[in-house]
């Protein structure tokens, strides 16, 4: 099973400042077969990314994706009041068929 | 719009059975592949079983696998789990998600979930 360590595990920034979100397989990561949800408290995930670089529909081009093999990253350009949430990274290209990483926290400093 | 609601959590006791339900609208069912996700209390997602459009292909989480079933009713446009055997790990909100692309189990449209709680 490919394991996905995601760091850091809580990011505290001020609305307009940017964040770096990082995701790190056990494994490389077929096809770069990989997605990035945003989770906010009592909702369910939304996506975000997936082909590690393609932003879902409806996405705002602040998200950005990228990465390959085993390393991947979420850019969050500036963000805004609305983006302080939990983000997971998701690997879909390995058996079986899909396994979650931890989750970042980005909190209002 | 595609609407996923799911249905049939509740409070039960370990070693005790449930069955949860997933209505689906808004997108040809039958041409999808489902799954469920669960998600405990202040942790993160976790995969728990996929299943294909037809219902021919089913996956299950090693965590899962021999207590859990995954099905599907086209005709009624629905996605199921059978939970059996039910343990205190198994509280969790669960969800259910619908590919985007075939054969590629990444989720592009979720439910609201529906929580069971496993209790003595």
Partial sequence: ETVLTQFPGT???????GATLSCRASQSI??????WYQQKPGQAPRLLIYAASSRAAGIPDRFSGSGSGTAFTLTISKLEPEDFAVYYCQ???????????GGTKVEIK | EVQLLESGGGLVQPG??????????GFTFSNTGMSWVRQAPGKSLEWVSS????????FYADSVKGRFTISRDNSKNTLYLQLINLRAEDTAMY????????ALWYFHYWGQGTLVSVSS
């Fill in chain 1, 30 to 35: 077929s096809s770069n077969y990989l997605a």
């Fill in chain 2, 51 to 58: 299943i294909s459009s037809s219902g021919d292909a089913t």
């Fill in chain 1, 11 to 17: 990011l505290s920034l001020s609305p307009g400042e």
């Fill in chain 2, 16 to 25: 005790e059975s449930l069955r949860l339900s997933c209505e689906a609208s």
């Fill in chain 2, 95 to 102: 969800y259910c998600a619908k590919i985007a692309v075939i």
């Fill in chain 1, 91 to 101: 690997q879909y290209g390995n058996s079986p068929p899909t396994t979650f990483g």
